[in-house]
């Protein structure tokens, strides 16, 4: 199993072998580093969790510098979920856990190859507080006969009875930042070198954004 965070640069596109054109999203992944082992002996669950980006010492806790120890001042602490039988949680073979895997490691983008089959994590662009038209794609009031001041309302939400609006009734709201998962797509490139990993398609999120991999 293969996993790193990394950071959205955007999108470019590159060349295969043929000519053709491929449509790639850029991920900068500098080097992630493991900050705790867990087993399903002591946490119920096996786990590892990894550090990535660089935070101003002043800004980390007393706890997080007691659990980082040496390790350096981290942004992001993310988990990554493991099964030590090599099984995903749908059953499917899957490459075995390496059970070298020590506090203090480094991941980085050599663990990948073009090809690898990967699940990309993030959160969706925020749109903040949207209207019923942006929102859930309603049609709103009629253009004319004397309705202009409602063109963009959602009209009737309730009923005589019961006397409340009912629970999941679409209306306005917040929109967007959402976590959302991308499954099957492949890793077109990798560049050590500049920490990037090129994957084919789009990945959820906007530029800057803080992305997941791993292989499914």
Do not use: W
Request: charged share 30%; net charge positive.
């Amino acid at each position: 199993m293969k996993f790193i965070l990394g950071k959205k640069l955007g999108m470019s596109q590159i060349y295969d072998e043929k000519g053709d054109v491929i449509p790639v999203t850029v991920i900068e992944a500098e080097p992630n580093t493991i900050t705790q082992v867990k087993t399903k002996e002591k946490d119920k669950y096996d786990a590892i969790q990894v550090g990535y980006g660089k935070r101003k010492e002043k800004n980390i806790s007393k706890p997080q510098k007691g659990h980082f120890k040496d390790l350096g001042s981290f942004a992001v602490l993310r988990e990554f979920r493991l099964d030590r039988k090599g099984r995903t949680s749908r059953g499917q073979e899957q490459e075995a856990i390496d059970d070298k895997l020590v506090i203090g490691q480094k991941i980085d983008v050599s663990a990948f190859t073009p090809g690898d089959i990967i699940k990309v994590m993030g959160f969706t662009k925020g749109k903040g507080f949207q209207g019923v038209v942006k929102r859930h794609g309603f049609h709103g009031m009629p253009a004319s006969h004397g309705a202009h001041s409602v063109l963009r309302h959602a009209g009737s939400i309730g009923q005589r009875f019961p006397q409340h609006t009912l629970k999941g009734m679409r209306m306005p709201g917040r929109m967007g930042h959402d976590k959302f998962t991308v499954r099957g797509l492949k890793v077109a490139a990798t560049d050590k070198e500049n920490n990037l990993l090129a994957i084919k398609g789009a990945v959820p999120g906007n530029k800057g954004s803080l992305i997941a991999i791993q292989t499914q």
